[in-house]
């Protein structure tokens, strides 16, 4: 498993995350969803150490993607 502190090579982790919210996903869903754009499964506390955000809005976001 990679490490949280990965660096992703998939292109500009902001602009993709701008992106997703263009197309209506909210901010915390888009940062969650880049964090786990190198295809490796992460714990929320992995997600949240990504994605620069707190445990809540991990598993806010994660609730409708796990839908």
Do not use: W, Y
Request: hydrophobic share 35%; with cysteine; glycine share 6%.
């Amino acid at each position: 498993m990679a490490s949280a502190s990965t660096t992703f090579t998939c292109g500009n982790t902001d602009e993709i995350a701008s992106l997703l919210q263009t197309l209506g996903i909210s901010r915390i869903e888009s940062l969650s969803i880049v964090s786990l754009l190198d295809g490796e499964p992460r714990t929320s506390r992995e997600i949240e150490k990504v994605a620069g955000l707190h445990q809540p809005e991990v598993s806010v976001a994660m609730r409708p993607l796990n839908e």
